[in-house]
């Protein structure tokens, strides 16, 4: 008589590839990187991670062939935009999971989810709770001032897109009013489309650029013909938030991202 198949509870995916930054910093975070079997070339959070971790995949793309070589049991990637390349990948017979966070709570959301799919609830609950208490402290910061500019957020320059929704929230929660609050709230980049015409109508008192991928042209944001006597403009007061610490829906936006967001409202705001 043969012996019955042997079954057994495994904690979780054991060879994880994260598609963006914000798993893989989540992971590690949760003291599980030891699952991570390949990276995104644009991890930067933490910096170990590209030293210790294959590079397998940019943002829109990967290599399917080193990602199966891998043999990852799941696949971790962020939104409509890596669309394709989930696609190719669950064509490979991969296991795929897309998580497509925009706000803050379901940035908390995910990082719940990930807790739970590595047994790892407790301490992706204290994570939380250590962020939320970080956010609910600069809120009530941002809330003690008198002053609370207005905020133009520039996620890309041609066409102009503005701040995605926890960039948006995460403004107001460092003491700011975002002039295209309702804007954000779009799913789609193209849902979030501006112009010049708009943002000098809502003549916002402070511009923040965060260009994905690009460094920012100030010369070219100041020559721009219709906005020349907006308010941020004309008084200087345009700055480059790094897009590896707030276009990231994960810890980094939570943490250094607000530190940054809070620094430069607060400078304005106490003038």
């Known amino acids: 008589m043969s012996s019955p198949p042997s079954f057994r509870t495994r904690r979780g995916p054991q060879r994880i590839v994260c598609l963006t930054e914000e798993p893989t910093e989540i992971l590690y975070r949760l003291g599980e990187q030891d699952r991570i079997v390949?990276?995104?070339?644009?991890?930067?959070?933490p910096p170990e991670a590209k030293r210790d971790k294959p590079v397998v995949s940019a943002f829109v793309g990967g290599s399917i062939p080193k990602i199966v070589a891998l043999k990852p049991d799941l696949v971790i990637g962020f939104s409509d935009i890596q669309a394709d390349l989930a696609r190719d990948l669950i064509a490979a017979n991969l296991q795929v999971l897309i998580f497509n966070q925009r706000s803050i709570q379901e940035i908390l959301d995910v990082i719940v989810d990930l807790g739970n799919l590595v047994h790892c609830e407790a301490a992706a609950a204290k994570m939380v709770g250590e962020y939320t208490?970080?956010?609910?402290?600069?809120?009530?910061?941002?809330q003690s001032r008198d002053v609370k500019p207005r905020v133009y957020f520039e996620e890309w320059d041609d066409p102009m897109i503005c701040g995605i929704e926890w960039v948006s929230e995460l403004i107001e929660v460092a003491g700011g009013k975002d002039i295209f609050a309702d804007v954000s709230r779009g799913k789609l980049a193209k849902e979030r489309f501006v112009d010049e015409a708009r943002v000098r109508e809502l003549d916002p008192e402070l511009m923040l650029a965060s260009w994905c991928g690009k460094a920012l042209d100030s010369p070219s944001v100041y020559a721009r013909k219709t906005m020349g006597d907006v308010t941020a403009l004309r008084e200087k007061r345009l700055f480059e938030v790094p897009a590896e610490i707030i276009l990231q829906p994960g810890p980094a936006c939570l943490t250094d991202g607000l530190d940054c967001l809070e620094e430069i409202i607060a400078g304005v705001a106490d003038r």
């Open 38 to 45: 390949g990276i995104s070339a644009y991890t930067v959070r």
């Open 133 to 142: 208490a970080r956010i609910d402290a600069a809120y009530e910061r941002g």
